[in-house]
């Protein structure tokens, strides 16, 4: 199986965590567009949901697709959440996520379901010593970015850990995200204590979210070479 097809069979696998009548998160990014489209033909086939959508770019694929989608002002709750993510600590299910800009959406959205399934092929699976090779994605408010950065640096370096901050860009300009925020991509290269991060990064004024989600998944299906693997939270 190559790439494309294992986030497909992650996504397809998904599916049995949906039930008639359920509220469902929808994620972002290539493979929460392979959820987006199966349950869109599961849909058309009578199934009977209400979808969160956790990006304006998800929201109009749902919505091409002829998905009932609501909003959380006016469905608080969710049943589960269907998301990818960047990577996959194993274990605890720590992700990193935020590769497509929406990181604080997704987290909203995951953490008003009772469930999080994080749907991903092989590559995003982490073991805690290669953890955090992807740039860890943080969003902040545009004002006082140049402040805010300076205190993001200040506390990564407290916790042992360092690397480059970067503004992301796209097509030349600042990549602003649904909310009207930047994303501060900070290459650590290696996470040892995502815990500890998260929180020193949350509370930094001016970001407005951060990318790690702890204690957040419960599930992960991690499609391999070999069919799609059910990896449970177990610390
Ligand atoms: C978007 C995300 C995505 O879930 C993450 O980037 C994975 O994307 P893909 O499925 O395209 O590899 O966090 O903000």
Redesign the pocket.
């Given at each position: 199986m190559d790439i494309e097809a294992q986030?497909k069979a992650a996504a397809h696998a998904a599916l049995d965590y949906i039930e008639d009548g359920m509220k469902v998160g929808l994620?972002?990014?290539?493979?929460?567009n392979y959820f987006i489209d199966a349950l869109g033909e599961r849909v058309k086939q009578g199934l009977n949901v209400i979808c969160v959508p956790t990006s304006i770019a998800s929201e109009e694929r749902a919505r091409n697709l002829g998905i009932p989608l609501s909003t959380l002002d006016e469905t608080p709750e969710l049943d589960v959440t269907v998301?990818?993510?960047?990577e996959i600590l194993e274990g605890p299910l720590v992700l990193i996520?935020?590769?497509?800009?929406?990181?604080t959406r997704?987290k909203i959205v995951a953490a008003s379901s009772k469930k999080m399934v994080v749907i991903a092929d092989a590559s995003k699976a982490m073991t805690a010593e290669a953890f955090g090779k992807f740039p860890l994605p943080v969003e902040i408010l545009p004002f006082g970015a140049g402040a805010t950065i300076l205190k993001m640096r200040r506390a990564i370096e407290k916790l042992g850990m360092s690397g480059d901050l970067v503004i992301r860009q796209k097509d030349g300009e600042n990549f602003i995200t649904d909310n009207g925020g930047l994303i501060v991509d900070c290459h650590l290269g290696h996470i040892t204590q995502p815990e500890k991060l998260a929180g020193k990064l949350r509370r930094i004024p001016g970001v407005v979210e951060q990318g790690l989600f702890v204690g957040i998944a419960s599930v992960a299906l991690v499609a391999t070479e070999d069919g799609v693997q059910t990896l449970e939270k177990t610390t």
């Open positions: 986030k994620g972002t990014g290539s493979t929460a998301d990818g993510a960047d996520k935020g590769g497509g800009g929406a990181l997704e």
